[in-house]
């Protein structure tokens, strides 16, 4: 199978325990003064031009946070966080934002470029410097296929601030909004005001609250009634700055009948110090609407020995507003130091459908501590929850997940299926469901597994002619299929390889 | 030269001696058939022709075309044409059989430094080698021995066999759990693979086997060495006398 061929020649590349996307870029950054504090967070909200009632709403956040503990129920471990010793908002230099891709510092083109993330391939498309017809000349990066070229809209965001969206004209014409938060706050401030917070709260938890009261930037995106979004939306988010805290704020709001697929990347430097992520994502679906959100971590999770890499703590939640609306999370998780995550969905609209597809693989020292929540409180409300769990190394490796029924829920359905793979006997894969039924005609399904790659598989395998990591490889991507699957095309091949890569090292 | 050459073999296994002091040759295109009772070391001796871990090779030499086996990985021998058919073949969930196939194949012709098979031609030939095995191409899909009877895996073995096209095949008690019409099948792909090129080393515990697989050698193994070998007949001779007198002749 060429595919795990080609994985395993791409482990080859790197060298053992290099992560790939662990390079720093020198460029110069226009920090907040270290610290939060009032003073901080009007320092961005200044910096962004925000209107008063949003400087108001971060400052109630800080105030509401300050009051606040940082949970301790997760499995994970990890030296107390110092909130003071961090930077809060730190942004590439530059007199204003971008105009256009020319204005970009090269130097973060290039790390984009590195990265894998075609800005320059998108900006022939965005229409700016050629005329229609005068296409294909361009040939770096291009990749025109036969026709039928596949399309994606990139929103890089670098440290604290978005540096660049592509494909903004194209999809306005559609009527689709898609840009950085600060924009869409300047530009759309009543839609951010009518939905920021509504999913999330202000008070939700504390490190959606930090994230309320010092985000920076992240992502917006409208889909108006009736709109199925021409392309793939995406994201990239990149840490770079030294002992900088990133706090985006996502925004995804798919109008009554409207559909929308959406995809966010995560890369880090590599470096001996902690770095903190805690993210808000909100996705609002109305009346049939479907949001289908996928995400790659690859955070940097340290080193061999189980120093540096990124905290992630993440809050994602999406209402199911509507009725027969539909939200789908997909995650493939093999990055950062400690992750705390677990997307959820509220199914509020009778007959609306949530879905939760994970890969969460843990290696050297990391630790996971994620799942999902499905709240059910319209009737005939369905959820899904596929989760594959896979420890390597001397990681953690924890699901926890909550299916809830409520009294109205009438007829809700749920089906759980959480399978664990261990490699190696220094790994520990936990399960922790948590079901509640608050009335009898609600159905809830769960399964789970756990399992061990067995020296007796490996050694069939190697018996056949496969190397011990490509034996690894094919058995995880065997266990991991049903899940890949529900992964847009254009990343199921980068999750794949990303599956090998994060394996690297994991038996011998 | 002999294609195998094992020279006063000894190995353990968590400090019990399983084989000691094992001789055997077997020729280039020769079929050899290894009889012996439970415990006599018959699956050791196979497990360590393929480079499994967990044995303890403490004296002897294996020379396959003249060159130390027992250096290589068990991926490396694989490449070199070692096969071992699995007495309990293992499952590999979600990889279809048919992708695990090519990836094994392009695995070994890579270390072989050949060109990876175009996928029409390899497609082509496990349609072949497949049809004449009786197996569907729907179990093609399935993934690697999953939900497979006792004869399909089996089978499954037997059509790994005549892809990979090794020099030596070691079948480690390939009649176990098969009925006579499995049997028939899995011995009649065996046999079409017979060639002057490829030497076949036969385990099994009954006779029945050989009635199928027709030896050019039978070795009888014991205690964890080779203690008499003849020609086809002796095999008859052990189904009619028993192990009996070999293991009180090592006692």
């Given amino acids: 199978m060429p595919a795990v061929q080609e994985t395993v020649d791409q482990v080859r590349r790197i060298d053992v325990d290099q992560y790939k996307y662990g390079f720093e870029t020198l460029i110069e950054s226009d920090k907040a003064p270290k610290g939060l504090n009032d003073d901080t967070i009007r320092f961005i909200s200044a910096k962004k031009n925000e209107p008063q009632w949003m400087l108001d709403w971060r400052l109630d956040a800080y105030r509401r946070w300050q009051t606040m503990r940082e949970p301790t129920w997760a499995r994970v471990h990890y030296p107390k966080i110092d909130y003071q010793d961090l930077y809060y908002y730190a942004a590439p230099k530059k007199k204003d934002g971008p105009k256009s891709l020319d204005e970009i510092d090269p130097e973060i083109l290039e790390t984009y470029r590195k990265l894998g993330i075609p800005l320059r391939e998108q900006e022939t498309l965005l229409g700016v410097q050629r005329p229609a017809n005068e296409d294909g000349e361009d040939g770096e990066g291009a990749t025109s296929g036969n026709g039928a070229e596949r399309r994606v809209a990139v929103d890089a965001v670098f440290d604290s601030v978005s540096v660049a969206t592509t494909f903004k004209e194209e999809l306005a014409k559609a009527g689709v909004l898609f840009m950085p938060i600060s924009e869409a706050l300047q530009e759309h401030p009543e839609l951010v005001k009518q939905y920021l917070g509504t999913v999330v709260p202000v008070t939700d938890n504390f490190f959606a609250t930090l994230n309320s009261a010092v985000f920076s930037d992240g992502s917006f995106v409208y889909v108006p009634p009736g709109v199925r979004c021409p392309m793939e939306l995406s994201t990239y988010f990149r840490i770079n700055e030294r002992n900088t805290g990133q706090f985006e704020r996502t925004l995804i709001i798919a109008d009554k009948g409207s559909y929308v697929s959406y995809l966010e990347g995560c890369t880090a430097p590599s470096r001996d110090e902690n770095q903190l992520h805690a993210a808000v994502v909100e996705l609002i679906a109305l009346d049939d609407a479907e949001i289908k959100y996928s995400t790659i971590q690859n955070w940097y999770p340290g080193d061999k020995d189980g120093k540096g890499g990124i905290y992630n703590f993440v809050t994602k939640r999406g209402d199911c507003r509507g009725p027969r609306s539909k939200i789908s999370w997909t995650q493939l998780e093999t990055g950062s130091a400690i992750t705390w995550k677990y997307p959820s969905c509220i199914l509020r609209g009778d007959d609306s459908r949530g879905e939760f597809y994970s890969i969460a693989i843990s290696n050297g020292h990391q630790q996971v501590d994620s799942g999902t929540k499905m709240l059910h409180l319209g009737k005939n409300t369905i959820s899904r929850i596929i989760s594959k769990g896979i420890a390597a190394g001397k990681s953690q490796n924890t699901y926890r997940g909550l299916v809830s029924a409520h009294r109205k829920a009438k007829g809700a359905r749920n089906f759980t299926n959480c399978d664990s793979l261990l490699i190696g006997d220094k790994c520990g894969a936990h399960t922790v469901p948590y079901i509640e039924a608050k009335n009898a005609s609600a159905v809830i399904e769960h399964e789970a597994t756990t399992s061990k790659i067995s020296e007796e598989m490996l050694f069939y395998c190697m018996q056949r002619g496969l190397s011990e990591e490509e034996a690894v490889a094919l058995v995880v991507n065997g266990f991991v299929k049903d899940v890949l699957q529900t992964l847009p095309m254009e990343f199921a091949v980068e999750a794949q390889k990303l599956i090998s890569v994060s394996l690297e090292g994991s038996v011998g | ?251």
């Avoid at chain 2, 021998?77 to 992708?99: D, S």
């Avoid at chain 2, 196939?101 to 430094?113: M, P, S």
């Fill in chain 2, 1 to 251: 030269m002999a294609l195998l050459e094992i020279k006063n073999l000894h190995v353990s296994v968590d400090g019990k001696k399983i084989l000691n002091g094992l001789n055997l040759t077997v020729e280039k295109g020769q079929v050899a058939a290894i009889m012996g009772p439970n415990g006599s070391g018959k699956s050791t001796l196979a497990h360590v022709l393929a480079g499994k871990d967990d044995y303890e090779i403490t004296e002897g030499s294996v020379l396959f075309e003249g060159e130390d086996l027992l250096s290589l990985s068990p991926d490396e021998r694989a490449a070199k044409g070692v096969f071992l058919a699995f007495q309990y073949p293992l499952e590999i969930p979600g990889v279809a059989t048919m992708m695990f196939l090519r990836t094994a194949l392009n695995a070994q012709r890579k270390k072989r430094g050949q060109e990876e098979l175009s996928a029409p031609d390899f497609n082509r030939r496990v349609f072949d080698a497949a049809a004449k095995l009786g197996i569907e191409r729907d179990m093609l899909r399935r993934g690697v021995n999953v939900g497979f009877s006792g004869g399909e895996k089996k089978r499954n073995e037997v059509l790994q066999m005549a892809l990979l096209e090794p020099k030596l095949a070691v079948l480690d008690e390939t009649d176990s759990g098969l009925d006579i019409d499995a049997l028939k099948i899995v011995s009649d792909g065996v046999n079409r693979l017979r060639s002057p090129e490829r030497s076949f080393v036969v385990i099994t515990h009954y006779q029945r086997l050989l009635d199928y697989i027709v030896p050019d050698v039978v070795h009888v193994l014991s205690k964890g060495r080779i203690v008499r070998t003849g020609g086809k007949e002796l095999a008859l001779e052990l189904e009619a006398k028993g192990y009996a007198q070999y293991q009180e002749e090592m006692a």
